[in-house]
């Protein structure tokens, strides 16, 4: 994205895998929730995206996790683009199969951007309609015209764009989804479904990818099975029992005393505390600004500073997490605690006061309370707050002019999610507001999220190192009406979208910097979420059969490249 590629153009392997990693065996991973669509590449339906996207449907080109935003060749065997990425070019690889064995040619790759443009999900509707032309230049090469977009990362999304074959997928019934697999050119075809709890990926003996410099030490396994589990305690006991093999915990409790501590002792079960350069992921309390009870900026601060964050971290977690404070913490993206400079003063002239001065001076942080529960001072300035919005505080129930009580509903999936809520709740309490717990299942929460049917709900994004494009999905005003995106809070701000289009026209790393922490500001000033907590360290609990690299790339821990040790 910025500045040279950090592989020689001869690179044998990634820096991060096992070249010659142990091939074969099984592994099995324990998904919460449920699917009814093998299509991950629509709306409609609940499709495993992360399980099928590079598995079995390969985009052009593939991504470094040690480095911020680079790509290398894979489906395509070169890229050309001019310094000013008006176009971008891709020459295919001639040895480039679908797992049909028809290969696969300039017409599918504008077959797909074509098909995921007019039929994709709104982040590909909203990249690919970026594309002003695409022509095909001969039986190799594939031009995309980008000259009106004015977006430097496009060639990247466009390289990162998954290909499917023209010949094996209909454009009327694409957005049907359902359970029909998806022919792919990746490593793995889906040979078992068993609809709504598991479906299993086997190695495509013919691959054609084997042994690329992107591909070596990659998808070592010889099948991939993902079982799904409807409740959270089950998930747990099942990793207990080995029935999976890889548990990502989010749980301080779990990840302190859950676990067999015999099994750790002897070695048969690993707990791995995985450190990762990226931003922490930013989990929060998402207030949804389509409804009149949260527009008001000073209902949704004084609601973030009733949140007693420090008494949940003691009581609820241990202690062992940190509160998150920025929507890219712990990376130089980050605003928090650092004044503005010059160059983001600037960008940010055009709209003023929509960066509040402590946040622009890098003097705010969010809410410290005394810990107890009931910090009466914290209690005082948000009702204070509230007031100046004109809500009151009267016979215990917090009320507006017309004498509505303020009350609203906390949409959450799961029952650790249940606990948060629950000490959320009691805090709202003490100002007079209800807040009603409505835990659902996995496959309601996520038809609500789609259509945003929810005051408030809990939610996580993560971020890169090399934000763009998806930032316009997460808070862009174009994604605040159209169902199945991921601006939540329904933001609608033309600072935001300013910045975001600054992020994707930087021609430097440094542009970069200052244009994503000139968002950060505009996104905190907004108080659109209450920020929750992160852990310090990735926490990761794996059976002693699956084996990982020592090398931990920039972004972290990269399960598809680790392997089933031969004889276990």
């Keep these: 994205m910025h500045g040279e590629p950090a592989l020689p153009s001869d690179f044998s392997a990634l820096s991060y895998v096992r070249p010659d990693a142990p091939q074969g065996g099984r592994i099995t991973y324990g998904v919460l929730g449920t699917f009814d669509s093998l299509n991950p590449f629509i709306v409609r339906g609940t499709a495993p995206q992360q399980a099928i996207g590079n598995n079995v449907i390969e985009p052009l080109m593939a991504r470094s996790y040690n480095e911020p935003f680079t790509l290398y060749g894979l489906l395509a065997e070169s890229i050309a683009t001019p310094d000013d990425r008006s176009f971008v070019e891709f020459r295919l690889n001639p040895k480039a199969?679908?797992?049909?064995?028809?290969?696969?040619?300039?017409?599918?790759?504008?077959?797909?951007?074509?098909?995921?443009?007019?039929?994709?999900r709104p982040n590909h509707r909203t990249y690919y309609s970026k594309v002003s032309k695409a022509e095909i230049i001969d039986e190799r090469t594939i031009r995309f015209d980008i000259s009106r977009s004015g977006d430097r990362e496009l060639p990247l999304i466009l390289g990162l764009m998954p290909i499917l074959p023209k010949h094996a997928t209909n454009p009327e019934t694409f957005e049907n989804g359902g359970l029909e697999p998806l022919v792919g050119s990746g490593p793995y075809v889906i040979s078992q479904v068993d609809a709504g709890r598991s479906f299993t990926l086997s190695r495509n003996p013919d691959y054609w990818g084997n042994g690329l410099p992107t591909t070596r030490g990659w998808g070592n396994y010889g099948e991939i099975r993902y079982d799904f589990y409807r409740d959270a305690n089950t998930l747990l006991e099942a990793f207990r029992r080995g029935l999976?093999?890889?548990?990502?915990?989010?749980?301080?409790?779990?990840?302190?005393t859950g676990y067999d501590e015999?099994?750790?002792?002897?070695?048969?079960?690993?707990?791995?505390e995985i450190v990762s350069g990226a931003p922490k992921p930013i989990s929060a309390f998402v207030f949804n600004t389509r409804?009149?009870?949260?527009?008001?900026v000073r209902v949704r601060e004084a609601l973030e500073i009733l949140f007693d964050a420090e008494w949940a971290n003691t009581n609820l977690y241990h202690g062992l997490l940190a509160r998150t404070g920025s929507y890219f913490h712990g990376s130089e993206l980050s605003a928090?605690?650092?004044?503005a400079s010059e160059a983001e003063r600037a960008l940010l002239a055009p709209f003023p006061n929509v960066v509040r001065d402590d946040i622009l001076e890098g003097a705010w942080k969010p809410p410290v309370t005394d810990g107890s529960g009931r910090d009466r001072d914290q209690l005082r300035t948000a009702l204070t707050l509230l007031r100046s919005a004109g809500w009151q505080l009267a016979d215990g129930t917090l009320k507006n002019e017309r004498g509505e009580p303020f009350r609203f509903e906390l949409l959450i999936r799961t029952k650790e999610q249940e606990r948060i809520a629950i000490a959320y709740a009691r805090d709202l309490g003490r100002a007079g507001i209800q807040a009603d717990i409505r835990l659902v299942d996995a496959v309601q929460f996520d038809s609500r999220l789609l259509s945003y049917d929810f005051d408030m709900t809990q939610y996580a994004w993560d971020s890169s190192l090399s934000p763009g494009n998806e930032q316009?999905?997460?808070?862009?005003?174009?994604?605040?009406?159209?169902?199945?995106?991921?601006n939540y809070m329904g933001t609608k701000q033309p600072a935001i979208d300013a910045m975001i289009s600054t992020i994707t026209a930087a021609r430097s790393r440094d542009?970069?910097?200052?244009?994503?922490?000139?968002?950060?500001?505009v996104l905190l000033s907004g108080f659109y979420v209450i920020p929750l907590f992160h852990q310090p360290k990735k926490w990761i609990a794996r059976w002693s059969h699956i084996g990982r690299p020592q090398i931990t790339p920039l972004y972290g821990a990269i399960p598809e490249v680790w392997w089933r040790e031969l004889g276990q």
Excluded: M
């Design 97 to 120: 199969r679908f797992s049909d064995g028809q290969p696969v040619t300039p017409e599918d790759v504008v077959f797909s951007w074509q098909l995921l443009r007019d039929h994709g």
């Design 472 to 486: 316009a999905f997460y808070w862009g005003s174009s994604a605040a009406d159209a169902p199945g995106t991921r």
């Design 262 to 272: 015999q099994a750790v002792r002897d070695g048969r079960l690993v707990k791995d």
């Design 291 to 296: 409804r009149p009870i949260f527009q008001d």
């Design 336 to 339: 928090l605690r650092r004044p």
């Design 244 to 256: 999976y093999d890889i548990r990502v915990e989010t749980d301080p409790a779990t990840w302190l």
């Design 511 to 521: 542009d970069l910097v200052t244009a994503t922490r000139a968002l950060d500001r």
